[in-house]
């Protein structure tokens, strides 16, 4: 598929109906895949091209590094990640 096509159909599942609606989860996760959790969303937000972030609106580009940040926060994590992050 080509990025238009990516772009159309990532605003169509995105903009579906119930797609709004707050979900609860409950769940436990270990540390080491909360690290790479956080770690995935940090780098997949830089990639261009295949028309996800292009559909995505900023909020809710934001709201995902919210949700990256209260995981590290709730495991711990927060100051390793970013002693992880000035190595780079």
Same mark, same amino acid.
């Not at 959790?37 to 559909?55: C, F, M, P, R, W």
């Given at each position: #598929?080509? =990025? ?10 995105? /903009?579906?109906?119930? #797609? ?6 409950? &769940?436990?996760?270990? $540390?080491? *895949?909360?690290?790479? *959790?956080? =770690?995935?969303?940090?780098? /997949? ?6 028309? *996800? ?5 900023? =909020?809710?580009?934001? +709201?995902?590094?919210?949700? $990256? +940040?209260? &995981?590290? =926060? ?6 390793? /990640?970013?002693? *992880?992050?000035?190595?780079?």
């Amino acid at each position: #598929m080509v =990025e238009k096509d990516l772009k159309w159909v990532y605003d169509t599942v995105l /903009s579906g109906p119930g #797609m709004d609606e707050t979900v609860k989860l409950g &769940f436990g996760a270990s $540390r080491k *895949l909360i690290l790479l *959790l956080a =770690e995935v969303i940090q780098v /997949s937000s830089t990639i261009k091209g295949n028309g *996800l972030l292009e559909s995505v609106d900023k =909020e809710l580009i934001a +709201e995902l590094f919210e949700l $990256r +940040e209260d &995981f590290l =926060e709730k495991a711990k994590l927060t100051k390793l /990640s970013n002693q *992880l992050k000035s190595l780079i």
